[in-house]
C-alpha cells in the first residue's frame, strides 16, 4: 500500500510528497509537461524491449520499481520524497527517452511548431517551480522550516543578558540547536559537555529546557505565581496569567506569532 503511494501521477505532478519541512507547496516532483513523455517512453521501452528483446530497455523502468522500495517499507511521512528519491533518476531517463522519440519522428515545420510549445510550456513550469519555492515556501506553513528560529535564537540570547533563568519549550523546533547555531556556540565546549540533548529540566547555561507547550500558563483573569527574575518562551496559544507581561512576539514570515 505504501509502495504503490510513490507510483502515481499525485506524487509525481501535484504534490511532491513528505517531510513538510521539504514540502515545495503546489509542486510535484516532476513537470506536468513532461507527461506524456514518460508516458510514451515508459509504453515504447516496455513495447520494444519485449518486441526487440532489448532488454536494456527495461533497465530505467527497473530503476522507478526498485527506487520506490525504501519508501514502500516504511508508514511515517508518506509518500516520502527523501525516501524515494532514488526513483526520480529513471523517470528522468523514461521522460527523455519520450521526449527523444516524439522529435525524432517529426520533420520540417510540425517539429518546429512542437519544439517551440515545448520549450513555451516547459519555461512556465519551471518558473512557476521557481516561484513556489524561493516565495511561497517561505510563508507557506513556515513554522515546518522554523523560519522563526533564527529570531527566537539572538532574543533569548539578548534576554539572557538582562534575566537570570530562559524558561523554554522544546515544542515547535529544535531550540537548543539553533541557539547554538545563531549564537556561534563553540563545539568543542558543547562536547566536552557531553553534547547534551533536548531533556526536560536541562538547563543549559541560563536557559532550562521543557517538553511543556506552555511553561507559562494560568487564567488570564487570575494571577499566577511567576518565578522573579525568568522569562517564559511559551508557544503562541498559551493562556497567560493576569500578571504575566509580554515582552515580544516573535512572528513566522506569514505574520502569524
Not at 547555561?205 to 507559562?216: M, N, V, W
Amino acid at each position: 500500500m505504501y509502495y504503490f503511494q510513490h507510483i502515481n501521477g499525485d506524487f509525481f505532478f501535484v504534490h511532491n510528497g513528505l517531510p513538510a519541512r521539504y514540502k515545495v507547496p503546489w509542486s510535484g516532483n516532476l513537470h506536468l509537461i513532461e507527461l506524456p513523455f514518460l508516458l510514451i517512453g515508459f509504453s515504447i521501452l516496455v513495447a520494444e524491449g519485449i518486441k526487440l528483446k532489448k532488454y536494456h530497455y527495461f533497465i530505467p523502468v527497473i530503476w522507478i520499481c526498485i527506487g520506490a522500495l525504501p519508501a514502500g517499507f516504511t508508514w511515517e511521512d508518506v509518500p516520502n520524497i527523501q525516501r524515494a528519491s532514488m526513483m526520480l533518476y529513471g523517470l528522468i531517463a523514461v521522460s527523455a527517452f519520450g521526449i527523444s522519440e516524439i522529435f525524432s519522428i517529426l520533420r520540417g515545420k510540425m517539429r518546429v511548431t512542437l519544439l517551440g510549445i515545448f520549450f513555451l510550456v516547459l519555461s512556465h513550469n519551471v518558473f512557476y517551480f521557481i516561484h513556489n519555492y524561493f516565495y511561497h515556501s517561505r510563508i507557506h506553513e513556515s513554522w515546518n522550516r522554523s523560519a522563526a528560529a533564527k529570531e527566537v535564537a539572538f532574543t533569548i540570547d539578548e534576554l539572557s543578558k538582562v534575566y537570570s533563568t530562559i524558561r523554554m519549550t522544546t515544542q515547535g523546533n529544535n531550540n537548543l540547536i539553533h541557539y547554538l547555531y545563531y549564537s556561534k556556540f563553540d563545539p568543542n565546549v558543547f562536547r566536552s559537555m557531553g553534547s547534551p540533548r533536548e531533556e526536560e529540566n536541562l538547563k543549559f547555561g541560563k536557559i532550562s529546557i521543557t517538553g511543556k507547550h506552555c511553561p507559562l500558563e494560568g487564567n488570564p483573569l487570575c494571577n499566577a505565581h511567576v518565578d522573579e527574575g525568568t522569562v517564559y518562551i511559551d508557544m503562541p496559544y498559551c493562556k497567560l496569567p493576569r500578571n504575566a507581561e509580554i515582552l515580544k512576539v516573535i512572528r513566522q514570515p506569514d505574520g502569524l506569532p
